[in-house]
């Protein structure tokens, strides 16, 4: 591993990074190559995190979690990210997109049914947003409706693209509980996947992030508890709002930790790679290209740590305006931007072996596009990010 020099860390912050690591060399990147494969889940993996300490990592201790900082979150998936990143992908939409806004957002009886045992393991989360005409306009676009008739709201719809979506055990879902409203008529509610009427329409295959399972979710008079509502009836987009900084703020660490594994293919392949006569590590090219790397995974690391800090400070419900609503934009859309040039440049190093659909560099290039998609389109983060300065 290259020496890292995160001057930004206190000793402690520098500890957990090391310690998610070290559990991720070890338990996590020898299951990295059958996951791509096969997309295939190991089953037992969210347990053995949660036995570990890695799961409810923003949650209070109170229900089973760590009580940490959302930078500490941030660095334990930037070290998972280094090993297997298709876990990494699955262990953010439990532990953040679901277990982070129940904690932040639902009530104490929510809190109390459900975060003890995501806390654990036992449980895994996801977040169900995203609908098959509803893309960059989730709010605007959303078909997905639910309406209240005594103890029970009715759920009706599709959601897609779904992270944890075939193995979940517990979903934040958004509906329109409120047509005539728009985007300001809709809810939050927690969904388990033994209510009647929900059921994984399919399980999508995907170019990247193999490993980490995806479906398309079927919402047919979805049976859920009015108790399972999430704050206030048609309050859901403050939910959505304050928890998507979160979730692009966190994302960026995620791609930190994919590129500084790329760097150190790239090294280690250039030092040992020989071609007329000597190691390809002694042609300036190959050591331009290793310099713009370094570059950039170091700028991607400033910008990540400098906009974890500054979500830290963010108050509950204060997501979704403000600084940290440009922040968290501008903070994934470079890490994303930046990963497919750090990433392009890994695979020209390593030439034909990294166009082999087996090789770990192959295996890094295919997560290049996800995170330029998920989490709002560079396109709408820089709508966010002009926004702000023309306002």
């Given at each position: 591993?290259?020496?890292?020099?995160?001057?930004?860390?206190t000793?402690?912050?520098q500890?957990?990074?090391?310690h998610?690591?070290?559990f991720?060399?070890?338990?996590l990147y020898?299951l990295a190559a059958?996951m791509?494969?096969?997309?295939?889940?190991?089953?037992?993996?969210?347990?053995?995190?949660?036995e570990?300490g890695?799961l409810?990592?923003t949650?209070s201790?109170?229900?089973?979690?760590?009580?940490?900082?959302l930078?500490s979150?941030?660095?334990i998936?930037q070290?998972?990210a280094?090993?297997n990143h298709a876990?990494?992908?699955s262990?953010v939409?439990?532990d953040n997109?679901c277990a982070?806004?129940?904690?932040?957002?639902?009530?104490a009886?929510?809190?109390?049914?459900?975060l003890?045992?995501l806390?654990?393991?036992?449980y895994?989360g996801?977040?169900?947003l995203?609908?098959?005409g509803a893309g960059s306009d989730?709010?605007?676009?959303?078909?997905t409706?639910?309406h209240r008739?005594g103890?029970?709201?009715f759920?009706n719809?599709?959601k897609?693209?779904?992270t944890?979506?075939?193995?979940a055990d517990?979903l934040?879902?958004?509906?329109?509980?409120?047509?005539?409203?728009g985007t300001?008529g809709?809810?939050?509610f927690?969904v388990?996947p033994?209510f009647?009427?929900?059921q994984?329409?399919?399980?999508?295959?995907?170019?990247?992030f193999r490993?980490?399972?995806t479906?398309?979710?079927?919402f047919?008079n979805c049976?859920?508890?009015?108790?399972?509502?999430i704050g206030?009836?048609?309050?859901g987009?403050?939910?959505?709002?304050s928890?998507?900084?979160?979730?692009?703020?966190?994302?960026s660490?995620m791609?930190?930790?994919i590129?500084?594994?790329?760097l150190?293919l790239?090294?280690?392949?250039?030092k040992?790679?020989?071609q007329?006569?000597?190691?390809i590590?002694?042609?300036?090219?190959?050591?331009s290209?290793?310099?713009?790397?370094?570059v950039?995974?170091e700028?991607?690391r400033a910008?990540s740590?400098q906009?974890?800090?500054e979500?830290?400070?963010?108050?509950?419900?204060?997501?979704?305006?403000g600084?940290i609503h440009?922040?968290s934009?501008?903070s994934i859309?470079f890490t994303a931007n930046?990963t497919?040039?750090?990433?392009?440049?890994m695979?020209q190093i390593?030439?034909?072996?990294?166009?082999i659909w087996e090789?770990e560099a192959?295996?890094?290039?295919?997560v290049?596009?996800?995170?330029?998609?998920?989490a709002g389109?560079?396109?709408?983060?820089?709508?966010?990010?002009s926004n702000?300065?023309?306002?």
């Amino acid at each position: 591993m290259l020496p890292n020099q995160q001057f930004s860390l206190t000793s402690e912050q520098q500890s957990l990074l090391d310690h998610a690591d070290r559990f991720a060399r070890e338990q996590l990147y020898s299951l990295a190559a059958k996951m791509d494969t096969e997309e295939w889940w190991p089953e037992r993996i969210m347990r053995q995190m949660g036995e570990l300490g890695f799961l409810g990592v923003t949650v209070s201790p109170d229900y089973g979690g760590a009580g940490m900082d959302l930078l500490s979150a941030g660095l334990i998936l930037q070290g998972f990210a280094r090993w297997n990143h298709a876990i990494a992908l699955s262990w953010v939409a439990h532990d953040n997109l679901c277990a982070n806004n129940l904690y932040r957002n639902a009530s104490a009886y929510l809190c109390d049914k459900y975060l003890p045992k995501l806390c654990s393991g036992e449980y895994i989360g996801a977040l169900g947003l995203t609908e098959p005409g509803a893309g960059s306009d989730a709010l605007g676009s959303m078909r997905t409706t639910a309406h209240r008739e005594g103890n029970h709201y009715f759920l009706n719809g599709s959601k897609i693209f779904i992270t944890n979506g075939p193995v979940a055990d517990v979903l934040l879902v958004y509906a329109k509980t409120d047509m005539s409203r728009g985007t300001k008529g809709i809810s939050a509610f927690v969904v388990e996947p033994s209510f009647p009427g929900f059921q994984v329409a399919q399980k999508l295959v995907k170019m990247g992030f193999r490993g980490s399972q995806t479906a398309e979710l079927v919402f047919d008079n979805c049976k859920v508890p009015a108790e399972n509502l999430i704050g206030n009836e048609n309050e859901g987009h403050k939910v959505l709002m304050s928890g998507l900084d979160f979730e692009r703020a966190i994302l960026s660490p995620m791609l930190l930790g994919i590129c500084e594994r790329a760097l150190e293919l790239s090294v280690d392949y250039a030092k040992t790679r020989e071609q007329f006569g000597k190691t390809i590590a002694s042609f300036q090219m190959i050591q331009s290209k290793l310099a713009d790397i370094y570059v950039w995974v170091e700028s991607m690391r400033a910008l990540s740590y400098q906009v974890l800090a500054e979500a830290v400070q963010v108050e509950k419900g204060e997501g979704g305006r403000g600084r940290i609503h440009t922040q968290s934009a501008a903070s994934i859309m470079f890490t994303a931007n930046t990963t497919n040039r750090v990433l392009n440049e890994m695979v020209q190093i390593h030439g034909g072996g990294g166009y082999i659909w087996e090789s770990e560099a192959n295996r890094l290039f295919r997560v290049n596009k996800l995170l330029e998609i998920g989490a709002g389109t560079t396109e709408v983060r820089k709508m966010i990010i002009s926004n702000a300065l023309l306002r």
